[in-house]
């Protein structure tokens, strides 16, 4: 990874990967503490309006805010534009989404899905508002504010869940969680922000100028959107409610520290990369190092919390969520594919037209629907593993199309990963190993678990110099020494 490229990451990562994992560990314990009061049958009605809500998140931002991220130098007509149309576009959904509550309710055969509606769709005009404050803070590499912003929402709303679901309000906490956290987050970044919409006209010109590469990410992204929830849409309706609890939680879990560290590295890897992707050596050699850098963070993490899945779950959220244990560690299976799938992709939004983006899609969904369509009927075991299947067939896609664009030869790209591959899978039989010392699933051996894992993890890295751990430790001593200045 070149210094230009270094320096810019490892900036905003600092605050980045702070923020996300001081988010991830306050949202797990916040989930602990919830889950316990809560029986997977009442987590269904949530896990329907998240995944309704999901998708029109994508809708509101149509991509217009990734196209200004790419954009040269967007002018204030432009961020007003898009401003206009995402407040327009979120208005116009919560009022579809609240006013077809009740049919969805009656459809699904939960009658709170219609009270709980026009609350928690709020989080959509809310969220609306700060997508031009994120966007410009993401140009300028400013993201202490939006970390700082982040963090103080997850801890407001948090503690408001925690405090409600211990005062009996049952679904309703997570419900004010998410309405608090979107409307906490939007408030600092227009206190804090450098860009509040004046008097001025925000053309539709600049939209049309905008809207080829745009409509491209939002075709894309909406179909992603849909199928991460395909399985919620359908598991509520043919299955038992407590089976949509058991998955959704399963998957909320796992995604804790795989969604928290992609979307950091998102937010930080897009923009760099797009400042640099004039030249092709250095392009393609932060692509190859920025993909073994994330892969090294997040493999030991998934496969450590599958190899403790049973532990963690009869440990802190007692019996009544073990079935949950084996779709979990499935699920954590198939998110070892987001590291190389989502810098990949990255890479598309980068080098690529929008109608590659658009075919590659069409393919990666056309094989997730027929997987789909094959496992649904079957099982929600079915479903998981259907799951892995297609995050792999996504992972050689879009590292397929990224090889190629940015020059690096398979054995280069790919090799840089096996030893991070190989040390994981080490650590993982270990750590399984645990309980055959210790027989009884207590916090202690849950404890001895993780200690374990990160002593082997680290030792081995240690012991066979692996490139991804010598360059953490490079980066965090320039970024230490730059501190003493």
């Known amino acids: 990874m070149k210094t230009e490229l270094k320096q810019r990451v490892v900036a905003g990562a600092e605050w980045t990967m702070g923020e996300k994992v001081a988010s991830a ?18 987590l269904k009605v949530v896990a329907l309006l998240l995944a309704f809500a999901s998708v029109a998140l994508v809708i509101v931002d149509s991509g217009f ?3 200004l991220v790419r954009k040269p130098l967007p002018t204030d007509a432009d961020y007003l534009a898009v401003f206009r149309f995402n407040l327009f576009a979120a208005l116009l959904l919560y009022g579809l989404l609240t006013v077809s509550a009740p049919f969805v309710a009656r459809y699904y055969a939960i009658p709170e899905l219609a009270r709980l509606a026009p609350l928690f769709y709020l989080m959509i005009p809310l969220n609306a508002l700060c997508v031009i404050q994120q966007t410009i803070c993401a140009r300028r590499f400013r993201f202490a504010l939006l970390s700082q912003a982040t963090f103080a929402a997850q801890v407001v709303g948090g503690t408001a869940a925690v ?19 979107m409307g906490v987050r939007a408030a600092i970044l227009w206190r804090f922000g450098s860009w509040k919409p004046r008097r001025a006209s925000g053309k539709l010109a600049a939209l049309r100028a905008m809207a080829p590469y745009s409509t491209s990410l939002l075709a894309t992204d ?26 959704d939680q399963a998957v909320k879990l796992k995604e804790l520290p795989v969604q928290s560290a992609m979307l950091s590295v998102q937010q930080v890897t897009f923009p760099a990369l797009t400042r640099i992707a004039g030249d092709r050596a250095k392009f393609a050699e932060s692509y190859r190092q920025l993909r073994t850098v994330v892969a090294y963070g997040i493999y030991p993490v998934l ?5 403790v899945a049973h532990d963690l779950f009869a440990v802190l959220l007692g019996e009544q969520w073990m079935p949950t244990v084996p779709l979990f560690e499935v699920l954590c299976l198939a998110g070892l594919f987001a590291p190389s799938t989502m810098i990949a992709y990255n890479v598309l939004k980068v080098k690529a037209d929008g109608r590659t983006i658009i075919r590659l899609e069409v393919l990666k969904k056309g094989m997730m629907t027929l997987l789909l369509a094959l496992s649904i009927p079957h099982s929600v075991e079915a479903v998981v593993w259907a799951l892995v299947a297609s995050a792999a067939f996504d992972r050689l896609v879009n590292g397929s199309v990224a090889l190629r664009l940015s020059g690096l030869s398979f054995r280069r790209l790919e090799g840089s990963l096996l030893s991070v591959a190989a040390v994981t899978a080490v650590m993982y039989g270990i750590v399984r190993c645990v309980p055959l010392v210790l027989p009884e699933a207590t916090f202690v051996r849950l404890a001895a678990e993780i200690v374990v894992g990160v002593a082997v993890y680290v030792g081995l890295s240690l012991l066979f110099r692996l490139e991804a751990f010598r360059e953490i430790v490079a980066m965090l001593h320039r970024q230490l020494a730059e501190k003493r200045r």
């Open 65 to 67: 805010s990734q196209m």
């Open 163 to 181: 405090v409600l679901v211990y005062a009996g309000c049952g679904v309703w906490s997570l419900v004010w969680q998410q309405v608090l956290l």
């Open 25 to 42: 560990l306050f949202q797990f314990i916040v989930r602990i503490l919830v889950l316990r009061l809560l029986l997977p049958d009442d």
């Open 222 to 247: 909406l179909v992603t959107a849909f199928y991460s929830k395909v399985p919620q849409f359908f598991l509520g309706k043919l299955y038992p409610d407590a089976t949509l609890g058991y998955y």
């Open 303 to 307: 496969a450590g919390m599958a190899a």
